[in-house]
């Protein structure tokens, strides 16, 4: 089997043509490969006082076009496999295309005014987002576990020099220190399951794998070993408990544009791999990493929303809750079929816009001096800036799972999914702990509309405000319409199940 | 047509609350709950009883892929209870007047709330009637915090909305549930296709939990009560109308419209349709003595509700037609009695400085309108016959005698204990014994012989023109309610769906 895999590539001779349509397929990582490669050179060339706003216009032009060419290629019904089948330009790809590609742009929207506020090295910044955004888009289209090892180390490292990017902070520096520590582990750990699936299935091609794989290889150790420290190494990727702990603390630590484009991103990038890897290569041993993840799951939904209810910075509390959202998210994956997978994609997209609007608004009230992210910083938010109050209360409320909102669908998905499937007792689990949800996250809301007595002054720097607005506004549209992402989502899910 | 019925008032509050200066928020307010009752009204004027299925229906699918639609629908049930919304919310805009604070936002909140709970009256679609259900939550939550009275509105907002999230959020399963199991596999949210194929007893036993739990702690029905105390004693006395007058309503609508026509046979471990009455009568008994032993006016108002309510629940699951009929011209009647309630006593509350029953007394004299006005809603209240409580009691207790006559004797204890707290209170507050008469108005002299000094000052005012008209139209539908029931119970032969136990 072996030698099969090896004689591929030496025999065939891989044409210009070939090439066009390989990078066709990947069109949009294509796009964005380009953007930073083009914003690196205009970097070195452009005087220093230009640099950081060009950077910043080159990343959302190239974000933009990613975005099209991901449109494109998707009312073209998705693409097929690629590169000897090392990646894939399926729907699911484009589907996770869009969401990074959008992601990205509100990004660089927010940190452009951040990274000016704070004085940092502004180019630089948005260099790495593009990094980060090219792993993450690579996750979506691997179809090797190969591929998915590559994904991963390319958004991991260029996360783990954006957290530090502070370098005056004592507290980013521990950030970044401890995600490059536990991220290396995770990873370490990832990239040994998959040598052992490799040795028990003989081929790092995903769907050759799920041919291979059936459940009659569920007693082979190899496999099984290989299949749990994958899905250790991704449970770190997702943050979920038992294994969330360096979560509070990177994403406090970090600069507040990473922890908006991580906590969204990373999560959504570990998903798409999960799914991949676990859902679509790995049927053939369901029983096994659904017994890990279900674990992984209630522990998340349960321990997240506990410990968020103790926090007093919001980013903590927003870690926490990423925590448990994760855990409800693992709902969809255990479900799995198309309304399983498909539920987990619509969530993603509701969560990019829920939880990356309630950071951006953070990045509202940043100073010079540093960020303000204690509960305490918001007390009258609602009274000196009603817009902004009115919309932090509409992402936690969202967040909360409150109809007619995007996170109300995006829990009825999911657990309809898990209650149609079987895993009705983690549904009763995941509804419990969301009313623990809800008092945090009401907090967060009762002090945006705490009384204070002398109003400080807030100015409001433009890119935010449109990064807060459109995320809020597609919160709620997307609650009114949910049918468009919904419908979106099957579509993604579509090649994950096919022929089965 | 029925998508303005909620949509009017969600409007309106957008404008009120968003778009309008401050100084147009009452108008515009009191202009949209003005133009949805004129609605409503037409509506229930143009409403044909005799006819099978929903009124003025309207279908939109909504997702396909879960089979979730838009679909409302009026029937003879519903149309009672949204006119009574409608009402409620013009009077509870006209009653929020100069010392309600940051007015726009309130009565912004209270039209959203409206809206809300319209649409959980109109609702023809199990998910659709959830998301109205959750949303209602979200006005009333801001509004009891924000504008709650006493110093604990906060803890009390938040308990209430735990509790309420505790049962709704456990429906949301039962929702899913009701969708994966019912509907002979059919995977539907619609109400009627679910109504006709229920799901086995034992899942039915399951989700009737669910469900129930949810309902019943909105109702509230004992011993699920727990955030009614704090709740009712910060909400200030505008929002009570409507919070008291049509939210615990929508707990008993979702009773009698989904919990009993969606699992019948909830039997399992034990049967849940004998375990709610019996449930019902002990929340007849324990709102009733609770009741009696409230010192502030607004608790004892709040704590005879919980008795009232449990005529209601014990009317729903009598399983007949006099009981349910019943139950729902009851829901209309306490709707029209408790406002009344609550804004009398917010009245006397704002004159005397307190709302402590016990610190005043003899205040007949000082304010005769206001004594004789409240005379006739304490006796409404406690169930006279002629006026409106009398008929849908009696209704609700026949059908429980039929299912049970044990039942039926102990929830006529409710009726021998309504008139000992309502004409206490009543007693106490306007007259004193005599001897013990406070000094006429006017006369400053002899307070040496009386125990002024724990007696609160009462300010001589009288209800006020415009008090008095709030309260003109709950006096009028009292009454008339009250002669002519079957009023209400002529459209009750239309059904958007049937109940197990058939409707003539």
Not at chain 2, 255 to 283: E, F, Q, S, T
Not at chain 2, 368 to 387: E, Q, W
Request: hydrophobic letters at 55%.
């Amino acid at each position: 089997m072996i030698a099969t895999f090896l004689a591929v590539t030496p025999t065939v001779s891989y044409t210009f043509g070939q090439a066009g349509s390989d990078l066709w397929q990947v069109a949009p990582i294509t796009a964005v490969t380009a953007t930073l490669l083009v914003a690196m050179v205009v970097d070195l060339l452009l005087p220093p006082r230009r640099r950081g706003s060009a950077v910043a216009v080159i990343s959302v032009v190239g974000l933009v076009v990613a975005l099209a060419l991901a449109g494109l290629r998707w009312s073209q019904g998705g693409g097929h496999s690629a590169y000897s089948g090392f990646a894939t330009g399926d729907s699911f790809a484009i589907y996770f295309e869009v969401l990074f590609s959008v992601l990205g742009i509100l990004t660089v929207i927010v940190s452009h005014a951040y990274v000016r506020r704070r004085d940092f090295l502004e180019s630089e910044f948005h260099v790495l987002t593009l990094a980060a955004v090219i792993g993450m888009m690579v996750l979506g289209a691997a179809t090797s576990l190969v591929t998915v090892f590559l994904g991963l180390e390319t958004l991991s490292i260029a996360l783990y020099v954006a957290c530090g990017f502070a370098r005056r902070d004592t507290m980013s520096q521990e950030a970044a220190a401890k995600y490059l520590l536990v991220g290396g582990f995770a990873s370490a750990f990832v990239l040994f399951g998959m040598a052992l699936v490799y040795g028990a299935s003989g081929t790092t091609l995903l769907p050759e794998i799920a041919r291979r794989i059936g459940p009659d290889q569920a007693s082979n150790p190899l496999l099984l070993i290989g299949v749990v420290l994958m899905g250790v190494g991704f449970a770190f990727k997702i943050s979920g408990a038992p294994f969330h702990q360096w979560t509070p603390d990177v994403y406090q630590g970090a600069p507040l544009p990473v922890t908006a484009f991580m906590s969204v991103g990373t999560k959504a990038a570990a998903f798409a791999m999960i799914l991949r890897v676990f859902d679509y290569a790995l049927p053939g041993v369901g029983g096994e990493w659904q017994a890990l993840l279900a674990f992984v799951a209630a522990a998340s939904m349960i321990v997240g929303n506990l410990m968020a209810i103790a926090q007093t910075s919001v980013k903590r509390l927003l870690a926490y809750s990423g925590v448990a959202q994760g855990g409800y998210m693992l709902v969809g994956v255990l479900a799995g079929g198309n309304s399983g997978i498909s539920a987990v994609l619509f969530y993603l997209f509701a969560y990019l816009f829920m939880n990356f609007g309630a950071f951006a608004i953070l990045t509202v009230l940043v100073t010079p001096d540093g960020e303000r992210d204690r509960l305490e910083d918001l007390d009258g938010l609602g009274f000196r800036h009603r817009w902004l109050g009115l919309l932090m209360t509409v992402f936690m409320l969202s967040l909360a799972g409150f109809p007619p909102l995007v996170g109300f669908f995006g829990k009825l998905f999911l657990f309809t999914a898990g209650v149609s499937s079987g895993w009705t007792w983690l549904v009763v689990i995941a509804v419990l702990t969301s009313v623990l949800s809800v008092a945090y996250y009401l907090r967060v809301v009762v002090h945006v509309y705490t009384p204070l007595a002398e109003v400080p002054e807030v100015d409001r720097p433009r890119g935010p405000m449109v990064a807060v607005t459109v995320s809020a506004v597609l919160a709620v549209a997307l609650g009114i319409v949910p049918f468009v992402i919904q419908g979106a989502g099957v579509m993604g899910a579509g090649p994950l199940i096919a022929g089965r | 047509m029925l998508t303005a019925l909620w949509l009017v008032p969600v409007v309106g509050a957008l404008l009120v609350g968003v778009v309008l200066p401050r100084r147009l928020a009452r108008p515009v307010g009191l202009a949209t709950a003005l133009v949805t009752l004129v609605l409503a009204l037409a509506a229930a004027v143009a409403f044909q009883s005799g006819h099978q299925g929903y009124q003025y229906e309207e279908y939109v699918p909504w997702i396909r892929d879960y089979s979730i639609a838009y679909h409302l629908g009026l029937d003879g049930i519903s149309l009672w209870l949204v006119l009574l919304n409608a009402l409620l919310t013009v009077v509870a805009i006209l009653a929020a007047g100069d010392r309600v604070a940051r007015r726009g936002g309130f009565i912004a909140l209270i039209l959203l709330l409206e809206g809300g709970m319209a649409g959980v009256f109109l609702a023809a679609d199990l998910l659709l009637f959830y998301v109205f259900w959750e949303a209602q939550l979200i006005p009333a939550y801001f509004l009891l915090w924000q504008w709650g009275e006493g110093d604990r509105a906060n803890q009390a907002a938040t308990k209430f909305v735990l509790y309420t999230l505790v049962g709704s959020l456990l429906a949301l399963v039962a929702v899913i549930g009701e969708y994966v199991y019912a509907g002979g596999g059919a995977h539907t949210f619609d109400l009627a296709t679910l109504a006709k194929q229920p799901p086995s007893p034992g899942i039915q036993f399951g989700l009737f939990f669910l469900f129930g739990l949810a309902f019943a702690i909105k109702v509230p029905l004992f011993p699920f009560h727990g955030w009614l105390r704090d709740a009712y004693a910060a909400a200030p006395v505008p929002l009570l109308v409507t919070f008291a007058g049509v939210m615990g309503k929508t707990g008993a609508y979702a009773m009698l419209r989904i919990l009993v026509p969606l699992m019948p046979h909830p039997v399992l471990w034990w049967d849940w349709n004998a375990v709610v009455p019996i449930l019902a009568v002990l929340g007849i008994a324990w709102g009733a003595f609770m009741a009696i032993a409230q010192r502030d006016m607004k608790l004892l108002i709040a704590y005879s509700s919980v008795s009232h309510m449990g005529f209601i629940v014990l009317g729903i699951f009598a399983f007949n037609q006099q009981g349910q009929q019943g139950a729902v011209l009851q829901m209309v009647n306490h709707g029209i009695i408790v406002p009344a309630l609550f804004l009398l006593v917010g009245w006397i509350a704002v004159r005397t400085g307190t709302r402590d029953r016990t610190r005043m007394k003899d205040l007949a004299p000082r304010m005769p309108v206001l004594a004789g006005v409240f005379m006739v809603v304490t006796l409404a209240a406690l169930g006279l016959p002629l006026l409106n409580s009398f008929a849908g009691e009696f209704m609700t207790l026949l059908g429980a005698w039929q299912f049970s006559p044990w039942l039926a004797v102990a929830g006529c204890l409710g009726l021998l204990l309504a008139p000992v707290y309502m004409l206490r209170l009543y007693q106490g507050l306007m007259y004193a014994a005599p001897g013990e008469q406070l000094p006429p108005p006017g006369d400053h002299g002899h307070h040496g012989a009386h125990p002024a000094a724990e007696t609160a000052t009462v300010a001589r005012t009288d209800l006020a023109g415009g008090e008095l008209a709030l309260l003109v139209p709950l006096l009028v539908l009292m009454g008339l309610l009250g002669l002519y029931p079957y009023l209400l119970t002529q459209a009750m032969n239309s059904l958007g769906y049937p109940l197990p136990v058939p409707w003539r």
